[in-house]
């Protein structure tokens, strides 16, 4: 099994920054893929910027150019740099694990970004 864990997140004013870190436990050798999702009040969770083992990176979008994915191979932690942040960011953020039997999950960091 692998375990998730997301922090980092908070109230920023639009335009601010935040650092997102997902931290690992378990079974992180089996751990291929990692990304980030989030999650906005009465909409779909929607994929935000993803990162293979080999360091491949993908972006959505909406943040293309504003966030920054990155990713400790050595034990698996996740990293979500956010800039310029905008009212349209506020969501919960989640990690997900993607290994060859299963897909996992963390409980989600709430990000809100208002004056």
């Known amino acids: 099994q692998v375990y998730l864990v997301e922090s980092g997140g908070g109230l920023v004013q639009p335009g601010g920054s935040l650092r997102l870190v997902c931290t690992a436990s378990g079974n992180i050798f089996t751990i291929n893929g990692m990304a980030w999702y989030r999650q906005a009040p009465g909409k779909e969770r929607e994929w935000v910027a993803g990162i293979t083992i080999d360091g491949r990176i993908n972006y959505g979008d909406a943040v293309k150019g504003r966030f920054t994915i990155s990713r400790d191979n050595a034990d698996s932690t996740l990293y979500l740099q956010m800039n310029s942040l905008k009212p349209d960011d506020t969501a919960v953020y989640y990690c997900?694990?993607?290994?060859?039997?299963?897909?996992?999950w963390g409980q989600g960091t709430q990000v809100t970004v208002s004056s």
């Open positions: 997900n694990a993607a290994t060859a039997q299963f897909s996992a």
